[in-house]
């Protein structure tokens, strides 16, 4: 991986190269030696704050379905989402 050059990041598959990747980036995340599956992930814990509960840390980014307007703006669907 050389700095400046575009990485897929579904090709980094260990920790090692990930945090290379990140130096390379010029970044600082932190992150576990060791992905957690199944009840032992993080991503599976619930959140609260205040009265909003949210049943865990998965999330999907509206822009997703593409249906954002041309010049970026959210649309109806994004919204509604």
């Known amino acids: 991986m050389t700095s400046g050059s575009i990485v897929r990041l579904g090709t980094i598959k260990d920790v090692v190269r990930f945090r ?33 509960r949210i049943g865990n840390h998965i999330a999907i980014n509206p822009m997703e379905g593409w249906d954002g307007t041309v010049d970026g703006q959210p649309s109806e669907h994004t919204l509604r989402r």
């Not at 576990?32 to 909003?52: C, F, I, T, W, Y």
Request: hydrophobic share 30%; glycine share 10%; with cysteine.
């Open 20 to 52: 290379d990747h990140l130096r390379s980036l010029g970044l600082s995340i932190p992150c576990d030696n060791e992905v957690q599956h199944g009840n032992d992930s993080p991503l599976l814990a619930k959140l609260q704050r205040g009265d909003l």
